[in-house]
């Protein structure tokens, strides 16, 4: 079956740093890729959706200075938190989509900002 | 913005009753996805439903998909401890392949 990969799975950082997250596809390459975020005890929000090779498309609200994706190639995709602040702790997931396998979450990285 | 509307966002029940989460949406599915979430890990797929009126089971799990295909349940018979977890129904529309969330379905299943 198909896997994704999300590295780290947790991170603790400064307030002010910048945190990358990255997402691989293991098994099959992903024309599209899909980055959520999750507060506690609620549902995942939809952040972007990037497309290898092209500028990712962000949902009104999201920061796309602030939260930096980037999908170089079939297989991978990162997110990179700019200057990283309490409020954007949080649970990061990401999910890949391609071929005959559907949407394939990752394991999600839990961001604590200190 | 949840485009979905996902009923009831928590629910408390002893071992051995039954249950029904209900997805709506004002929107066309293309397809529907039921998933499973535990703390600290990603949604696992339950289930995807396609074609209007489609049934489909997978164990103590029956999920239904609306004839006009804007709504979605999922009925679990005789829930054991084991199925607590947060369920989530994600849709994708048509012209369109973002997958968007309701607002889950937090379980708590008494022994």
């Known amino acids: 079956g198909a896997v994704v990969s999300q590295h780290p799975s947790r991170v603790i950082c400064k307030s002010g740093t910048s945190v990358k997250i990255e997402c691989r596809s293991l098994d099959f390459q992903a024309t599209t890729m899909f980055w959520y975020r999750q507060f506690p005890k609620q549902s995942l929000m939809l952040m972007a959706t990037?497309?290898?090779?092209?500028?990712?498309?962000?949902e009104q609200g999201v920061e796309k200075d602030k939260f930096l994706i980037n999908h170089a190639s079939l297989t991978l995709s990162t997110l990179t938190v700019t200057s990283a602040h309490p409020e954007d702790s949080s649970f990061y997931i990401c999910?890949?989509?391609?071929?005959?396998?559907?949407?394939?979450f990752g394991s999600g990285t839990r961001l604590t900002v200190v | 913005t949840q485009l979905l509307e996902q009923s009831p966002q928590f629910l408390s029940i002893q071992e051995g009753e039954n249950l029904t989460v209900y997805c709506n949406s004002s929107?066309?599915?293309?397809?529907l996805q039921w998933y499973r979430q535990e703390p600290g890990e990603g949604p696992v797929l339950l289930v995807t439903v396609v074609t209007g009126g489609e049934v489909k089971k997978l164990k103590r799990l029956t999920f239904q998909f609306g004839d006009a295909r804007k709504d979605s349940s999922l009925h679990i018979t005789a829930a054991q401890p084991g199925d607590t977890g947060l369920y989530l129904c994600?849709?994708?529309?048509?012209?369109?392949?973002?997958?968007?969330f309701g607002a889950g379905t937090r379980l708590t299943v008494k022994p």
């Open positions: 929107s066309v599915f293309s397809s």
């Open positions: 990037s497309n290898e090779g092209s500028k990712a498309t962000y």
């Open positions: 999910s890949a989509a391609g071929g005959d396998y559907g949407y394939t």
């Open positions: 994600a849709q994708t529309i048509y012209n369109n392949n973002d997958m968007r």
